[in-house]
């Protein structure tokens, strides 16, 4: 069972976006460009949602949000508006987005379907398998509370393995990251 997960890029200049979405089973990650503003009143995740806002972009999360449901990269002289106080901000000297037809202003939907990941068992009791058509992923691993667990993950039969026999029994959220970039995001059971 995964969750639903959109990915939003703003495209500029001069974008605008007003986000009233709020819908706690798919999460998002939006790319923001440069002359990008969006602006939000929620996240859209349970857990939470990942932005990331390129030099001269803007991020405004208004005071209403529920702050700690929003990750957030940005480059050096982008502009960040946290009203809540309470997001978690990372600043990064550089960020890749995916290349997008952006010949217009908008907000554009990108397409992950060339990415294919498969992860399994789930519910699992040890070894946690995940199959992916990417040369290269990453994973992290968190608890319901949102603590990173300490995992490792290792490539056997040409499969990218992680051991969770050393966790107790519950529900954990995996994240899968390529380039940087969330592109997978699952509920795990351990049994």
Not at 20 to 27: A, I, K, L, P, Q
Not at 81 to 106: E, H, K, R, W
Not at 159 to 182: H, M, T, W
Request: proline share 4%.
């Amino acid at each position: 069972m995964g969750m639903s997960m959109r990915c939003f890029y703003l495209c500029g200049p001069n974008t605008t976006v007003y986000d009233t979405s709020f819908t706690w089973y798919s999460c998002r990650v939006v790319l923001i460009n440069s002359g990008c503003h969006f602006i939000t009143d929620s996240p859209s995740c349970q857990y939470y949602d990942a932005i990331y806002v390129k030099n001269n972009g803007t991020l405004t999360i208004n005071a209403s949000a529920n702050g700690g449901g929003f990750k957030i990269m940005y480059e050096p002289t982008a502009t960040v508006n946290d009203l809540t106080g309470s997001a978690t901000t990372y600043t990064c000297s550089s960020l890749i987005f995916p290349t997008i037809n952006c010949n217009d202003v908008g907000l554009r939907n990108v397409n992950q379907s060339e990415e294919k990941i498969a992860v399994y068992p789930n519910p699992v009791t040890s070894i946690l398998n995940i199959s992916s058509n990417l040369a290269e992923i990453n994973t992290k691993l968190f608890d319901v509370t949102g603590k990173e667990m300490k995992i490792s993950m290792f490539i056997e039969d040409s499969k990218n393995q992680i051991d969770l026999s050393p966790l107790k029994k519950g529900i954990y959220i995996l994240e899968v990251y390529s380039n940087n970039f969330i592109i997978e995001r699952r509920k795990i059971i351990k049994e």
